[in-house]
């Protein structure tokens, strides 16, 4: 959920990061600190570079009060996507020129796609409020973009909340009880309870077996239907076993090829 920033920020893992990953997780907002953001005197970073610390937290805490940060620390995964996009805005700050010449993807007057909240009022604290609300209702991570909390909170609905979501979501297969003590497992782990749960792990993979096999059968009786069904070759005047168009294809050539040699092997065809 933080590749494009971090990949914006030139971080050294952007797909990779785990931010609930403790030591990475304070390993990062040591580099962030250090490259981009730079709030502290370097000697005033002593608190934040000691990772081992116990009081670690509290020195997070103190530097997220300090940087004016709306989240606190527990609401980590806020913080972080807001200090990320404290830094791109530095980043941006002190590179302009670079960034200015970057050309800019323009769509025409009919391409641009009528987005209804592009016309809300996003200041509006009834509006905030209200977001909030389906945000902790729905359990949408916060961000300090009320729209784009918004725009996921409608993207949630689409595709969870609609009656067709929500008919196939309850739709739920019957299954018959299966006695567990009926079925041998063939080792034993020493523990009653991971005994049965590696039973049932197996029935649920014998059950995934059955289904790929009916699934290659099925196949397999669609691809007969098509190279097995006679075809009249007329040049030859007779019945043939396959049709012209797989007599004509590589797959043939090289089966008849396999056959001859088997049959030079056998001494059964006499060489010219």
């Not at 580099?31 to 370097?42: S, T």
């Given at each position: 959920m933080f590749r494009?920033?971090?990949t914006a920020l030139d971080y050294h893992n952007p797909s990779g990061f785990d931010c609930k990953d403790e030591t990475e997780f304070r390993n990062f907002i040591?580099?962030?600190?250090?490259?981009?953001?730079?709030?502290?005197?370097?000697e005033d970073r002593g608190n934040l570079r000691n990772i081992p610390s116990s009081g670690w937290p509290k020195s997070f805490e103190q530097y997220l009060q300090d940087v004016n940060c709306p989240f606190t620390v527990e609401e980590r995964q806020e913080s972080v996507d807001w200090l990320l996009g404290l830094a791109v805005r530095l980043e941006y700050g002190d590179n302009v020129e670079k960034y200015k010449n970057c050309p800019q993807a323009t769509a025409t007057e009919a391409e641009k796609p009528s987005d209804p909240l592009i016309h809300l009022d996003s200041s509006n604290p009834d509006f905030k409020a209200g977001v909030l609300g389906l945000a902790s209702l729905l359990k949408i991570q916060r961000h300090d973009d009320y729209l784009v909390m918004l725009k996921a909170i409608r993207i949630l609905i689409q595709e969870r909340l609609t009656p067709e979501a929500i008919a196939k979501a309850s739709q739920s297969k019957e299954g018959l009880p299966v006695?567990?003590?009926k079925h041998i497992l063939g080792f034993d782990t020493g523990d009653a309870t991971l005994n049965e749960a590696a039973q049932i792990l197996r029935l649920l993979h014998i059950e995934e077996l059955r289904d790929l096999q009916t699934r290659i059968n099925e196949a397999i009786v669609a691809v007969q239907a098509v190279i097995a069904d006679p075809k009249t070759d007329h040049r030859l005047g007779k019945l043939s076993r396959h049709p012209v168009w797989w007599r004509n294809s590589s797959a043939w050539i090289l089966h008849r090829s396999w056959h001859q040699q088997q049959k030079h092997q056998r001494g059964q065809v006499n060489a010219p």
């Open positions: 494009r920033k971090l040591v580099w962030l600190e250090d490259q981009k953001i730079r709030h502290y005197k370097i006695a567990l003590d």
